[in-house]
């Protein structure tokens, strides 16, 4: 049984959300280091080494195309950019699970971050691939599709198994993007450790809906699975509540923990925030992103 | 102590429990939510999906806080109160002696139980004074205890007419004393004082009964009435000598009657006429003896002249016999010679007469005494004589000043007229004042006779005085025989039931008699009714032993805390989900 969850409205009203977001964010692909040489660098597409710009340094950025002599002259630090040495690549994989569409915020969340990793790679001119793991496998996303605003609709008869990034074709030197809630239960290792071999950077960009880290259960409950269907009846108090809100701090702690072992940054996206924020808090703020200027 | 409560119907209050529970199931009802996150719920496994762990209500605070403010409440509502370790109390039952009672002997028992029981626990002791409406009994019962009260009730046997309770009220009103209560038991609705609490208990009953007869030598006519407001068929038959012989069914129209006549058997003395039994089954008999009275045998002393008026007389009055032989004459007819009124050892009946021809018309008489009072004189002529009164002598008419006609010593009647010159034997009152005074005479000779009698009037006969006497009675609940010593007048209660008397008197037989009952206000039956309402007499009575439970006002005190408690604590549950961010 198929599900359309995405009204063509919701996907152009996310589109352009995502858009007005990419004009004021990039990816900062030169911090987000690739197995072969240099800095990814976010702008324009290229085929040679070229120095191209300055601009000031930031934290984390390679110290070995620090400017010394403009450092000699200004005493400030100023970066030297070149263009790439490769054209950016970005390999997308979305959890196309229920789960990522519980709700109604949740939804917009998913579906912003989709368009404006999109929107990122075409202002870079970045070659942009995307999948979305459904149930069982894999099923690429075309970007025309995507202009058209007609994504795949969501299985809902399935029970989503936890991601296995085995089937994806990844790039060599590309961009890994994830975009899943996480809300499976796996040892964060598997996936991780797929989602970085060969040598390759990712980013998760998780995001979370308030009815899943700060639920109004109270009292008796039927809880029914998004995906399974399965009813569970809870008699919710005060400290099965604390007990549910531990067990998901926990859930997503050893997340994070793995993340940090494999250099993955991981983003947290509150649903209920706008796109710009939760960019700005999360990404931008661990260096993913940066301000256009 | 024993407890009762004041208000009793303050238990509705208890329908607070329901809904408090179901304003708690309400609010508990099972809410669905679509989660992403069951996976780590399932770690814990506090409920488990499967399985009969249904819980719908919610253990909570606030629910037994409210749940105990409700007991609270209906405890204080209910006016809890302990019948003191020392209370007492005299409760008068005085129940209606009237014959109609019978017809609800059964009710009696059932219905008078519950209220016994009511009242018995009003108090920690009960004096039980148990008594009836015929004040010519004995008290019934005095004393503690219920189940003696009960079974006296139970063999409780009415047989009175209609009578006047007046006098029963007031001596119950004596006997009641200060802590006590009379319960007028009755099936009627009656009016009583406003210190006596009237318990009808009777019901209206299709009754078809007898109400009257007539017997003429072997003739008899019996009356037979349908006192219910629809009409009756009831099948009758007639036993005599042992053998039944049945008659055709009757159908009487709602309060109509019927006659049944026949005649006596040949051989036979008694017959017993019977209807087919309702409710009501004392008027459903009704036993006949051919009516034989004392026959007085009457010599005359008189003038030829005389004598045929008396002659006349006797014969005109049933049982009367003349004889010549002076000895063994019963009552004498005795003509005075002259103005000589000479004494007679036996009854008799004096007059003077002369050969004057023409009436002589004097004053009007005038009744004195209460046997004659009734009797009316005008129009009758005689001439009263002057007459010296002597010490035994009681004027029973008065013409003026002059004694017209008298008694004395009781036994000897006196005409102190010319009986010649008067129309005396034309006039009727003349005739019943005679008749009235062999009618005495004849009761107080010691003779054989046999009478129907009603069995309100009881048994009264003249015994002689000389020896033993045996009375035997027979109906169709009993057969009796008590023996009584020498005695001049036997005064008996008969027994509540149609049946047979006989009376002897050493080995002579005295007096045979049918025992009937026909009374139309007993037997009518559509004024009864059930009128049940002692709560509030039972009321009085309990708060007048007893005294207030403490712990019902300290009860209001804890619901209020209880209340205010549970709102607190809902309060604080909304504090506790808001602070956990839910």
């Known amino acids: ?293 | 102590m024993q407890l009762i409560f004041a208000n009793p119907s303050a238990v509705w209050a208890l329908l607070g429990v329901p809904a408090v529970l179901a304003i708690h199931l309400i609010q508990e009802r099972l809410r669905e939510r679509r989660v992403s996150t069951l996976f780590l719920i399932e770690k814990h496994e506090l409920e488990s999906v499967r399985g009969g762990n249904i819980d719908w209500i919610r253990n909570s605070k606030s629910l037994w806080l409210q749940l105990l403010c409700v007991c609270l409440l209906t405890w204080s509502l209910s006016e809890p109160r302990w019948i003191r370790s020392d209370s007492v109390q005299r409760i008068i039952i005085l129940l209606d002696s009237s014959a109609s009672m019978q017809a609800i002997a059964e009710r009696l028992n059932n219905k008078l139980s519950d209220l016994l029981e009511h009242i018995n626990n009003s108090a920690a002791k009960t004096e039980w004074v148990l008594l009836e409406t015929n004040l010519s009994h004995e008290l019934i019962y005095k004393g503690l205890s219920l189940a003696v009260l009960k079974e006296k009730i139970s063999t409780f046997q009415p047989s009175l007419g209609m009578h006047n309770f007046s006098y029963a009220f007031d001596y119950a009103f004596k006997i009641r004393g200060e802590s006590g209560a009379v319960f007028f038991i009755s099936d009627q609705s009656v009016q009583v004082p406003s210190w006596i609490e009237p318990v009808a208990l009777g019901e209206p009953i299709d009754n078809v009964g007898f109400v009257g007869y007539r017997i003429n030598n072997n003739q008899f006519e019996v009356i037979v009435k349908n006192f219910s407001k629809i009409a009756q068929v009831r099948s009758w038959s007639i036993e005599s000598g042992g053998v039944s012989e049945v008659g055709q069914d009757i159908t009487l129209p709602a309060g109509g009657m019927q006659l049944i006549n026949g005649k006596f058997p040949e051989d036979q003395q008694k017959i017993k006429l019977l209807l087919n039994h309702d409710r009501f089954i004392l008027d459903d008999e009704m036993p006949l003896i051919r009516t034989k009275a004392k026959t007085l045998k009457v010599h005359i002393a008189a003038q030829k002249g005389s004598r045929t008026y008396w002659n006349k007389l006797i014969n005109s009055i049933g049982e009367l016999q003349t004889t010549r032989d002076e000895a063994s004459s019963s009552l004498q007819i005795v003509e005075f010679d002259g103005s000589v009124v000479s004494d007679s050892k036996k009854p008799s009946i004096g007059f003077f007469a002369s050969s004057q021809s023409g009436l002589s018309v004097g004053d009007i008489p005038l009744s004195e005494s209460s046997w004659v009072q009734d009797l009316e004189w005008s129009g009758f002529i005689a001439q009263a004589r002057s007459f010296a009164l002597g010490r035994n002598d009681r004027v029973l008419v008065w013409q003026g000043a002059r004694p017209l006609i008298l008694e004395r010593n009781k036994d000897n009647l006196l005409l102190n007229f010319d009986i010649s010159t008067s129309n005396a034997f034309r006039h009727p009152s003349f005739i019943i004042l005679l008749q009235r005074f062999i009618n005495r005479i004849r009761q107080h000779r010691i003779d054989y006779e046999q009478r129907n009698i009603n069995f309100a009037e009881g048994l009264n006969l003249n015994t002689g005085g000389d020896e033993r006497i045996k009375v035997k009675m027979h109906n169709a609940r009993s057969d009796s025989e008590e023996f009584f010593g020498p005695m001049n007048f036997l005064s008996l209660q008969l027994p509540v039931y149609p049946g047979f008397v006989e009376v002897e008197k050493g080995s002579e037989p005295l007096l045979s008699a049918a025992v009937q009952f026909f009374d139309s206000f007993e037997s009518d039956f559509s004024n009864a009714k059930t009128e049940i309402n002692y709560k509030e007499t039972l009321q009085q009575l309990r708060l007048r032993s007893s005294e207030e439970d403490i712990f019902a006002e300290i009860a209001l005190v804890l619901l209020i805390a209880g209340m205010g408690l549970s709102f607190l604590v809902a309060q604080g549950q909304s504090f506790w989900r808001a602070q956990s961010g839910i």
Not at chain 1, 242 to 259: E, P
Not at chain 1, 281 to 289: E, R
Request: hydrophobic share 40%.
């Open chain 1, 1 to 293: 049984m198929s599900h359309d969850l995405f009204s063509k409205e919701l996907l152009e009203q996310a589109h352009l959300e995502a858009e007005r977001a990419a004009h004021k964010f990039e990816i900062c692909f030169d911090r987000l280091r690739t197995g072969l040489s240099g800095n990814w660098q976010a702008v324009g597409v290229g085929s040679s080494i070229d120095f191209q710009d300055f601009r000031p340094y930031v934290a984390g950025d390679d110290l070995r195309y620090l400017d010394w002599q403009a450092y000699a002259r200004s005493g400030q630090y100023i970066m030297k950019l070149f263009r790439a040495e490769v054209t950016p690549k970005i390999d997308l994989v979305i959890d196309y699970s229920m789960s990522m569409f519980i709700d109604q915020p949740k939804t917009k969340c998913v579906l912003e971050l989709l368009y404006f990793i999109y929107a990122c790679a075409l202002k870079t001119r970045a070659s942009f691939r995307a999948y979305a793991f459904k149930g069982e496998g894999i099923e690429a996303l075309d970007a025309q599709d995507l202009e058209r605003h007609q994504l795949p609709s969501l299985q809902t008869d399935k029970v989503s198994s936890p991601i296995n990034l085995l089937p994806v074709n990844w790039r060599r030197g590309t961009l890994r993007i994830l975009i899943s809630d996480l809300l499976f239960a796996q040892d964060p290792q598997i996936l991780l450790k797929s989602l970085v071999a060969s040598d390759a950077k990712a980013v998760i960009f998780c995001p979370a809906s308030q009815s899943e880290y700060a639920p109004d259960w109270q009292g008796n409950m039927s809880l029914i699975d998004c995906e399974s269907k399965l009813r569970r009846r809870q008699q919710v108090t005060s400290e099965v509540m604390l007990r549910y809100q531990n067990a998901y701090a926990k859930h997503f702690t050893l997340w994070r923990s793995g993340c940090e072992k494999y250099r993955i940054p991981f983003m947290f996206m509150d649903a209920n925030n706008q796109l710009e924020l939760n960019l700005r808090d999360g990404p931008q703020a661990l260096g993913v992103l940066r301000t256009c200027n």
